[in-house]
């Protein structure tokens, strides 16, 4: 709001000033050859100059900004659930990149919550949790698989007596 109040200031000292053409040109160099600019033109840089102004101000995309591609990786999030459906916190999950056979593990949250992110889209994984001495199945995810956002909730079955 403070810039709209203070572009539109702006625009009218410009306009203002525009009127009178030698000011004008003599403040800001505006000469050809000694000789003054008439007003018309002073006016017509000056609109152009604000109307500049307030596209660059207000443009939704700005000229450093880049533009999105498509997404370059999967995400793999999930919940770790006990045999009654309550989650498991402190969990290990594994996820394994089946290419390499390159395992990295994280431990679920409070909550039984974990995420893998920046899974190559060209290569197969398989997920894993365990919790004391228990594990849960094993879950694939596919490169054949495209979307980006995987949900892999995993169930870990009650310890047998």
């Not at 919940?79 to 498991?88: E, M, Y």
């Not at 879950?139 to 956002?149: A, E, I, L, M």
Request: glycine share 6%; hydrophobic share 40%; charged share 20%.
């Amino acid at each position: 709001m403070m810039r709209i109040r203070m572009l539109k200031l702006t625009m009218k000292r410009i306009l203002k000033t525009a009127g009178d053409g030698l000011a004008l040109s003599q403040a800001a160099g505006l000469s050809l050859s000694g000789r003054r600019l008439s007003t018309s033109i002073i006016r017509i840089c000056a609109i152009a100059l604000a109307v500049g102004a307030l596209w660059l101000a207000f443009d939704p995309a700005p000229l450093t900004a880049k533009r999105k591609g498509p997404p370059t990786s999967k995400t793999v999030v999930g919940q770790v659930f006990d045999a009654s459906d309550n989650p498991i916190a402190g969990a290990a999950v594994e996820m394994t990149d089946l290419s390499t056979n390159k395992t990295s593990a994280i431990y679920t949250g409070p909550d039984g919550r974990f995420s893998f992110t920046d899974l190559k889209f060209t290569k197969d994984y398989q997920i894993k949790a365990h919790f004391k001495g228990q594990s849960s199945e094993v879950r694939k995810v596919s490169s054949w698989d495209t979307r980006t956002d995987l949900v892999l909730n995993l169930h870990i079955p009650a310890p047998e007596e």
